[in-house]
């Protein structure tokens, strides 16, 4: 039996943004030393290659917790039972596209080798920086609070995190109160209005230089598990007809009513009422074939201007949504 399928998740790793720490392989000796518990999830492939099964659960929660303690200094993390267990290295790629949004200019790309010294001391005056007073509000932020972590250990940001479930919320406030770094950094809120986004959320002379959100993909719990189908069976090689679920994921974080060109319609037209509060909205699109009527939303709000920032994980394209007025 193969397992070649368990090298997947590591080649599409390739092509993240410059400044993700997680692009290449796993250090996995490196990981075990600050986690332990990830080593009874060691196995090796078919090339003698360190890695885990990707389609165990916990193997990817125990890997999550080595990533989050080696990079990102995070000593408790942990999500109940069922909820979505994200892929760490895309969602840093979020964050970083989002970093160059905010602060264009602020990073000065390696031209020639003839530089590269004075680019690595402009690159440490820039870490120091850029590390300031931006505020993100995170839409979904979801039990495990990964944005709201990643943005502010690498860049210094404060949160708003805002969630439609009270599980989720109560989750990620402990995250943040068990890990000092995070105190007093990163503030929940219950949108107790599933119809709504911003409304109840943001206050009324509130601002956040931008907001993120990982909306919903899927329109039915039916079209979910189809796509998971789908990628399973072309991961192992064969038919899957057993949903595994090895990421988790609760229904109002896999889907909505209509999909993710519903929810972002709404999240655009929303907008326009927020648009003194937040000097870009941002969300991600999986789906290509809904730009053309999200542009077209766009021009109805009379958005200044809108942009999309593609991102590529090796196999897997993907892209940002950006907007402001």
Known sequence: KSSIPYLCPMIERNELHKRNKHNGQY???VLIEHYPLLKRFILLNPYGIQTINFHNAQAVKALNKALLLSYYGI?????PKNYLCPPIPGRADYIHYIADLID???YIEEKNNEKEDKQKLIDNQVSQEIKQQRRCLDIGVGANCIYPIIGQTEYGWTFVGSDIDPVA???????VTSNPILAHKIELRLQTNKSKIFEGIIATNEYFDVSICNPPFHSSKEEAETGTFRKLSSLKGKRVTKVELNFGGKSNELWCDGGELHFILNMIDESQKYKKNCGWFTCLVSKEKNLDKLYAKLRVVNASEYIIIPMHQGTKNSRILAWRF
Do not use: Q
């Not at 919320?169 to 995250?175: D, P, S, V």
């Open 27 to 29: 250090n996995f000796p």
């Open 169 to 175: 919320i109560g989750n990620a406030k402990k995250i």
């Open 75 to 79: 000593r408790y993390w942990d999500i």
């Open 104 to 106: 264009p200019g602020k």
